[in-house]
């Protein structure tokens, strides 16, 4: 079945202490992304990778860090997690190409105190 | 700047009519528009697109229509079931690149 995996689902975390959340796909997809989803503004995209260490900013990059080192795995990491980036991430992943159909993880609740 | 706004944040409709989404962006420079469903405590999935050559496109109950000149996409279902209360959101794809840009999202509730 196909699936991109997000662990964890949920996390209540305080301020400034370091945290990964994790994203794996079994379809062999070059294009990766992480989006979050705040209440009246959809989901925006924070980064995306285009293939193995291949990685660039999306529209809200700041406090967020990601690598790319395996092509089914996408980590997000926070650093230092401020009380702003309390929010619902979802990982996402597709082929190469406009016409290919982006697939979205289930999410992952994230609270910082 | 909010690139593709829908402006209903809610919609209700009684089962078996028509439910229409609609969704307004103001670049042109978009070649793909998407629908995706959410239920809650699931990730979005796709529902049906259309690319910018096209001005409607048809899956079963669901029916995407494109008026490129006034910026407007929007999305019927119909007959509407009860099944097919979520949260839609309206996506374009800008030329050249892969992301998505949401729009806000509407909520819909069918009511049986």
């Known amino acids: 079945e196909a699936q991109v995996t997000q662990n964890p689902r949920y996390l209540i975390t305080v301020t400034g202490k370091k945290l990964t959340v994790t994203c794996s796909q079994n379809?062999?997809?070059?294009?990766m992304s992480w989006y979050r989803q705040d209440p009246g503004l959809g989901l925006r995209q924070i980064y995306y990778?285009?293939?193995?260490?291949?990685?660039d900013k999306g529209d809200v990059p700041e406090g967020y860090k990601v690598s790319r080192k395996e092509k089914r795995n996408f980590p997000l990491i926070l650093e230092s997690p401020s009380p702003n980036q309390t929010s619902l991430y979802f990982c996402?992943?597709?082929?190469?190409?406009?016409?290919?159909?982006?697939?979205f993880g289930e999410g992952s609740w994230l609270t910082v105190v | 700047d909010q690139q593709v706004k829908q402006n209903s944040p809610s919609l209700s409709v009684q089962e078996g009519r028509i439910s229409i989404l609609n969704c307004d962006y103001t670049?042109?420079?978009?070649?793909?528009f998407l629908w995706y469903k959410k239920y809650p405590a699931e990730g979005p999935t796709f529902l049906i697109s259309?690319?910018?050559?096209?001005d409607k496109n048809e899956d079963g109950r669901f029916t995407v229509f494109l008026n490129k000149s006034a910026k407007h996409l929007s999305l019927h279902i119909v007959p509407s079931q009860p099944g097919d209360s979520a949260v839609y959101f309206c996506?374009?794809?800008?030329?050249?690149?892969?992301?998505?840009?949401f729009g806000q999202g509407t909520r819909l509730t069918i009511n049986p």
């Open positions: 996402a992943s597709s082929g190469q190409g406009p016409g290919n159909t982006i697939y």
């Open positions: 379809m062999n997809h070059e294009y």
């Open positions: 990778s285009m293939n193995v260490e291949v990685t």
């Open positions: 670049n042109s420079m978009f070649d793909y």
């Open positions: 259309i690319s910018s050559i096209k």
């Open positions: 996506a374009v794809r800008p030329q050249g690149a892969q992301k998505l840009v």
